[in-house]
C-alpha cells in the first residue's frame, strides 16, 4: 500500500503493519468460504474485500495528514535548524 504521509508522524509503518494484517484476515476468511464451497470463492473477492475495507482508514489517514501537516510544520520552532528570514520589506 501506498501512503501519502509525512514521515515524521509515524503513520506510514504503524498503516503498512496493519494492512498486512487486516489483508491476512480477508485471505484466511475467505480460504475458509473456499473450503466449504470449492470453485466459488475467488481471491479477487478477498482482495476486494480488503479493499473495501481498507480503503475508507486509508482515505480517513490521508485526510487528516492534508489538515494537520501544514499546521504542525508552521508552528514557531518547528524548524530550528533552518536559518531565520528577514521579514518582508
Known amino acids: 500500500a501506498l501512503h501519502a504521509y509525512p514521515p515524521d508522524l509515524g ?3 504503524n498503516h503498512a503493519l496493519a494492512d ?3 489483508l491476512g484476515a480477508s485471505l484466511e476468511a475467505h480460504n475458509s468460504l473456499a473450503a466449504e464451497r ?3 470463492v475467488t481471491l479477487h473477492e478477498a482482495l476486494r474485500a480488503y479493499d473495501e475495507e481498507a480503503c475508507g482508514e486509508a482515505k480517513a489517514l490521508v485526510r487528516l495528514m492534508q489538515i494537520g501537516a501544514p499546521w504542525q510544520y508552521s508552528q514557531p520552532g518547528a524548524w530550528p535548524w533552518l536559518p531565520k528570514r528577514p521579514p518582508p520589506a
Open 11 to 13: 503513520q506510514g509503518v
Open 20 to 22: 498486512v494484517s487486516l
Open 38 to 40: 470449492p470453485g466459488e
